[in-house]
């Protein structure tokens, strides 16, 4: 498997990458919500590379839901110890899961883009069934970068579902690159935009961005 995995990529480890990740993290051993989640068979999540994370791994992490501190675990697997992998779950496919007060927004936003992708507390309760979401919870979102024009549009379009919507709509526009914030693609004074890649965060210009040049 190659280790060239995007930032929230959804990975499940084999029997022995959790015996490693244990092994790692002698101190996770003693929380019983990593015994039931490893035994559970729930995913892990592709992150950003960190200094402290040695060449050749892939970084991965674990966020918990708030009744267990809301932490986030951060460890890291050879790939050979990853035995599935897949992107981000479909908005569509997680909207069941969603508050009913958010439904009409996710409606419009599939109307909008029906590839949308979400990840955040949705995501995680909607891949594990555990409790993470709560009245103050943001949508997050990942939206796949066109062409600058249709992405100017899609923009514009989501601003307009934001200014509306019960909960705020976090999320990435994810090109080439690696992902933008969105507000900060829409800001009047964007010329340049912070990018997340899997390695670091960089600046480029948003025309740059937009066409889907590489830093």
């Known amino acids: 498997m190659s280790?060239?995995?995007h930032r929230h990529t959804i990975v499940k480890p084999s029997k022995a990458g959790?015996?490693?990740i244990l092994a790692q993290r002698p101190e996770l051993a003693e929380q019983p919500i990593i015994e039931s989640w490893a035994r559970a068979g729930n995913p892990l999540v592709v992150r950003r590379r960190s200094c402290g994370d040695l060449a050749g791994m892939i970084p991965l992490g674990l966020s918990l839901p708030p009744v267990y501190g809301k932490q986030r675990i951060a460890v890291a697997l050879a790939s050979s110890e990853i035995i599935e992998r897949?992107?981000?779950p479909l908005l569509a496919d997680a909207a069941a899961t969603?508050?009913?007060a958010w439904h009409g927004t996710i409606d419009r936003l599939l109307r909008l883009l029906p590839q949308t992708r979400t990840f955040g507390s949705?995501?995680?309760?909607h891949l594990t069934g555990l409790p993470?979401?709560?009245d103050g919870s943001d949508l997050d979102l990942l939206w796949p970068l066109s062409s600058a024009r249709e992405t100017n549009a899609l923009l514009s379009a989501i601003a307009e579902i934001a200014r509306h919507a019960p909960m705020r709509l976090d999320g990435?526009?994810?090109g080439a690159a690696g992902g933008v914030q969105w507000r900060?693609?829409?800001a009047a004074d964007a010329n340049d935009v912070l990018v997340k890649g899997p390695v670091a965060v960089q600046t480029i210009s948003r025309t740059a961005f937009l066409s889907g040049a590489v830093p």
């Not at 949705?122 to 309760?125: F, P, R």
């Open 3 to 5: 280790e060239a995995l």
């Open 18 to 20: 959790w015996t490693a």
């Open 86 to 88: 897949a992107p981000p």
């Open 98 to 100: 969603a508050p009913s």
């Open 122 to 125: 949705l995501a995680w309760q």
């Open 132 to 134: 993470y979401l709560s």
């Open 172 to 174: 990435e526009i994810v």
């Open 184 to 186: 900060e693609l829409i």
